[in-house]
């Protein structure tokens, strides 16, 4: 029997009910014989990436600094930093040919670490990136990419915008929106040294995730970070 897939998700936050679409990513990737485990401590499974790497480490959270009065309330129990030894585990882990797919809020995470831009491919930029309220959105996939192979789909999200990409990242689908009627990215690749990373800025919600089209996307970019295959 073959052996399964180690799949890490580190979930947590605010405003997002991280269980549900913790859970939904889990089911959604179970085909390809991944199995998940859902950590809430950021930082210790971070860490144990040193001596317990897995074959897949999914970012599904929303923990940062919480700068600003809106997140008064939150920051006790919900700010983060990533330690000097969680960030230099995760830098060892892409570097040494780790996989890593960071969904939707990955990118507002660990805003004050200037590092995290160029592991992710990208970021949120407070002051500039912003996101209208959940509505359909309308993907339309890059040609000549990882996921040319897949359909235009419209799902019910939030369009993630203005964000800023490394210049190395491959863009693989961008996104509109009755709000937001210039095409975002939304979806990209990147390389960290040996490590292979895709981004998907959508996942809202469990069931974003639970599209059909989408859920294929994202088990077609669990692939390539995987094993850089190329669905045919």
């Known amino acids: 029997m073959k052996k399964p ?8 936050g605010i405003f997002h009910d991280f269980a549900a679409s913790s859970e939904a990513l889990a089911t959604v990737l179970a085909p390809l014989g991944i199995e998940s485990r859902i950590e809430w401590d950021l930082e210790a ?25 809106k997140y008064d309330p939150y920051r006790d129990t919900e700010a983060f930093t990533p330690s000097l030894t969680a960030r230099s585990a995760l830098q060892h882990y892409l570097t040494r040919g780790g996989a890593l797919l960071g969904l939707h809020t990955a990118s507002i995470c660990f805003s004050d670490w200037p590092e995290w831009q160029s592991l992710l491919g990208g970021r949120w930029v407070w002051g500039s990136s912003w996101h209208p309220a959940p509505e359909p959105v309308t993907i339309t996939i890059e040609p000549n990419t990882a996921l040319s192979h897949l359909p235009a789909f419209t799902v019910h999200d939030e369009l993630y915008s203005d964000l800023i990409l490394d210049p190395n990242t491959t863009v693989l689908a961008t996104g509109v929106s009755h709000a937001m009627v210039t ?50």
């Not at 074959?55 to 923990?63: F, K, P, Q, V």
């Not at 979806?187 to 996942?203: F, P, S, T």
């Open 183 to 232: 095409p975002q990215p939304v979806v990209w690749q990147h390389q960290v040294g040996q490590g292979r990373v895709v981004y998907d800025a959508l996942g809202h919600d469990g069931a974003s995730l639970n599209h059909p089209t989408h859920a294929q996307l994202l088990r077609d970019a669990a692939q390539w970070a995987l094993h850089g295959e190329h669905p045919s």
């Open 5 to 12: 897939l180690t799949h890490l998700i580190l979930a947590g």
């Open 45 to 69: 499974g971070l860490v144990g990436l040193a001596e317990s790497p897995v074959d897949l480490l999914s970012i599904n959270a929303l923990r940062w600094e919480m700068i600003g009065e």
